[in-house]
């Protein structure tokens, strides 16, 4: 794995790991990413298998970074009508996310909190962008709170999640997802789980909402399982 193992050397991996393992209640340095929660991903033209599952956890999710005073961060693929991830254009995809269209609303039940920083992805005709930090103003809004690490859910694993992540990584974030607050495509079988395991072998940590946000009378666990 020459090109893991030389990625992992570029990238502040030691930094990343070490604070994302260090605690899992959010707090100072950390952010929510929320991504693409859109109607033409959970029911719409390009719907992600069990996607509305992903809603309520990450209303809980956004609940607990509100709470703490921490930042929200929605992102939405918002493509012009002709992009190049179309298959009228040759993509793999159909049309979907057309900026201001239903499709790329947020979907229905979704609760952002009102100081959430909408991110708008993948919007030049040309350029495909599955990544949130890939040509927006995500790595600057970021580094203007001083996050130093993202929690991340939403849609889909396979692809915006994954490209996210890794990107988040690269640029020196501790990444921790939310893994029952994601869900993947898998247009192979195992593609949602082959991008859990690359991100698992960047360093990214993995934690269920109620590890994060708190389960009821418990609390939040502060133990070890969440690794
Ligand atoms: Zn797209």
Not at 72 to 98: E, I, K, L, M, N
Not at 212 to 226: I, L, S
């Amino acid at each position: 794995m020459a090109v893991d193992g030389e990625l992992l050397a570029n990238t502040g991996y030691d930094i990343a790991f070490e604070v994302a393992m260090s605690r899992i209640t959010p707090g100072d340095g950390d952010a929510l990413v929320v991504v693409d929660l859109q109607n033409d991903f959970v029911t719409g033209s390009l719907a992600v298998p069990d996607a509305p599952a992903v809603v309520d956890p990450l209303n809980r999710a956004m609940a607990a970074f509100a709470a703490r005073g921490l930042p929200v961060f929605a992102t939405r693929d918002w493509h012009p009508p002709d992009h190049c991830s179309f298959r009228d254009r040759g993509g793999p995809w159909p049309v979907h996310c057309v900026a201001g269209t239903p499709g790329a609303a947020f979907v229905p039940g979704l609760r952002l909190p009102p100081d959430a920083v909408h991110i708008h992805k993948a919007t030049d005709r040309d350029t495909e962008a599955y990544s949130a930090l890939a040509g927006t103003a995500l790595g600057d809004e970021l580094r203007a709170r001083k996050v130093r690490r993202i929690f991340v859910g939403g849609l889909a694993t396979d692809y915006c999640v994954v490209n996210t992540v890794r990107d988040a990584i690269r640029l020196g974030f501790a990444v921790v997802v939310l893994g029952d607050a994601c869900r993947a495509v898998n247009v192979q079988a195992d593609d949602g789980a082959k991008a859990e395991a690359e991100m698992r072998r960047l360093g990214t940590a993995f934690a269920s909402v109620d590890e994060v946000a708190g389960a009821g009378p418990a609390g939040p666990t502060t133990g070890q399982e969440w690794r």
